[in-house]
């Protein structure tokens, strides 16, 4: 069963707005991992939080992660057209060894 | 310099044929995966070859046989394709031990079988 799940399947906002997604997953993880995916493109990673870490920036991107509630959530700050893309948080289950499981992503679309 | 990369970037073939897609990442990694987005962006793991060695094998048909020749390469062979196997297939590699790190992804492969 999919794992990680996000949550809303599309967003639209204007720039300079906020944008956040949320992800939800089921088993108990190593880490959680946010990608962007630009149309047509391979993924890009952004950024990894541990699964004993609660809060993680990079640059404009703030990512959270509770683990008693199962869930992540990714903010994106002051937002740009070129923000434009899929996100996608992807788990790394705590037994799953090498395996990553993706969400089905969340499609972000800034308007200039 | 392109970190991973994939050919072809775009396939199209017939029902029933044989076709393979070739992946490489000059990134010195340990780790390589194939994954399969389908139409929805749903993004599925297939395999994961650690070193050469398989570590990682899906619940994917037998058709599909990966082969990894060195720890820089990594190609998929598909057999007797379907229509149901046209999607956008992706090469990642990552580095480290005791699980994945941040993954590498190629540009993708699109696979579309008539």
């Known amino acids: 069963s999919q794992q990680g799940e996000e949550d809303p399947q599309a967003l639209s906002i204007q720039e300079g707005e906020n944008a956040t997604m949320n992800c939800s997953y089921k088993t108990s993880i190593n880490n959680l991992q946010w990608y962007r995916q630009n149309s047509g493109r391979g993924l890009v990673h952004l950024i990894l939080?541990?699964?004993?870490?609660r809060e993680k920036h990079s640059g404009r991107l703030r990512v959270t992660l509770d683990t008693s509630k199962k869930s992540s959530s990714l903010l994106i700050t002051a937002s740009r057209a070129a923000d434009t893309a899929s996100y996608f948080c992807a788990t790394v289950p705590y037994t799953g060894g090498f395996k990553t499981i993706f969400g089905a992503g969340t499609r972000l679309f800034v308007k200039a | 310099d392109t970190a991973v990369s994939q050919t072809p970037k775009y396939l199209v073939t017939q029902m029933g044929n044989d076709k393979s897609i070739k992946c490489e990442q000059n990134l010195g990694h340990d780790t390589m995966y194939w994954y399969k987005q389908d139409s929805k962006k749903f993004l599925k793991i297939m395999f994961s070859y650690n070193n050469k060695e398989l570590i990682i094998n899906e619940t994917v048909p037998n058709r599909f046989s990966p082969k990894s020749p060195d720890k820089a390469h990594l190609n998929l062979h598909i057999n007797s394709l379907e229509l149901g196997d046209s999607a956008v297939y992706f090469c990642?590699?990552?580095?480290?031990?005791?699980?994945?790190?941040?993954?590498?992804f190629g540009p993708g492969t699109r696979l579309t079988v008539l």
């Open positions: 939080i541990r699964s004993n870490e």
């Open positions: 990642a590699s990552s580095q480290g031990t005791g699980g994945p790190h941040e993954q590498f």
